[in-house]
């Protein structure tokens, strides 16, 4: 007769083998699964190691391509701009490097810098943008319109851009001295510019900026830079709108504007002139605006070319 101790080890003995099957089954397939991670790890990291090594040698041409453009650059633009004028626009990220690097350039290119003019923090912040408007509409000198939109960049821009630029019809200013003088003090009062000192309205503007905006009210500041040079550049001859990396983003001006077919069908833009390359195309994109032409040009993806002239990409 079969005893209940009997019942009680079998029981144990199947469950054991059990544990047993488990513990070796479990073993086998974690070595399995180890061996494969281990395999793929291996190809990762020959594919991470393949990838910086491509970056590298990328940079390395991209290195060698700006230095060739800082070292011909000057010479290539002689002459480009005989006889003109341009004014400087700069914001407060803009890079103080780009724009003395770019003044150098504009002069070896025949043109003469007829001042800065500097947009403060405040000018871009949406905090101030009724201020702003406010301002531009009480100083608006008797001969010059404001457009029919109401965002504070292109109110700004509608004011300052026939202080800053010349007539394209006639090359005279549109502004009396004394008009220009008045709305300048108002901005600069109201802590949204600075002005060098003896600044004259020129046929060309550059507008300099930084990269993308950050933080709070990005998409804001961004959009009041871009519709501030998009309106210069209807005041005059022509604008081009130049920043560094990070500027052709959503939250970048060079990036609103070619978001806008309008804009980018008068306005040239620049995307890398943090580089001496994008610096040189900065001042083609001058004498294209001349030639009453416009493009998007830079290393972004969403520029047409690299610079005037070059294939489309």
């Known amino acids: 007769m079969i005893s209940l101790r009997y019942h009680v080890i079998s029981i144990a003995a199947v469950f054991l083998a059990l544990a047993v099957g488990v513990v070796l089954g479990s073993t086998t397939l974690s070595r399995s699964l180890l061996s494969g991670l281990n395999n793929e790890n291996e190809d990762l990291a020959a594919q991470v190691n393949d990838l910086q090594n491509e970056r590298n040698a990328q940079n390395a041409r991209l290195a060698d391509a700006d230095a060739f453009a800082a070292s011909v650059g000057p010479m290539a633009l002689q002459g480009q701009l005989a006889r003109r004028t341009v004014v400087l626009v700069t914001t407060a990220d803009a890079r103080p490097e780009d724009r003395d690097a770019l003044k150098t350039l504009i002069t070896n290119a025949g043109a003469t810098v007829t001042g800065e003019l500097q947009l403060t923090e405040s000018f871009s912040d949406p905090r101030h943008a009724d201020q702003l408007k406010d301002i531009v509409v009480r100083l608006l000198p008797a001969g010059v319109r404001l457009p029919t939109a109401s965002d504070p960049g292109t109110l700004a821009g509608g004011l300052l851009g026939p202080l800053l630029l010349i007539s394209k019809e006639n090359n005279k200013p549109q502004a009396s001295a004394d008009e220009t003088a008045a709305a300048l003090s108002g901005l600069t009062e109201g802590g949204f510019v600075k002005a060098s000192q003896g600044l004259q309205p020129a046929q060309l503007a550059v507008v300099l ?105």
């Open 209 to 313: 900026t930084g990269g993308a905006a950050s933080g709070d009210g990005a998409g804001d500041r961004a959009a009041t830079i871009a519709r501030f040079a998009t309106q210069v550049d209807r005041s005059g001859a022509g604008a081009v709108l130049a920043g560094g990396a990070g500027s052709a983003e959503g939250t970048g001006p060079v990036g609103v504007v070619r978001a806008d077919t309008a804009a980018t069908s008068i306005l040239s833009t620049v995307d890398n002139v943090d580089s001496s390359a994008g610096r040189v195309v900065a001042v083609l994109a001058l004498r294209e605006q001349l030639e009453g032409e416009a493009g998007r040009y830079g290393n972004a993806g969403n520029a047409e070319r690299t610079s005037p002239g070059a294939p489309a990409e």
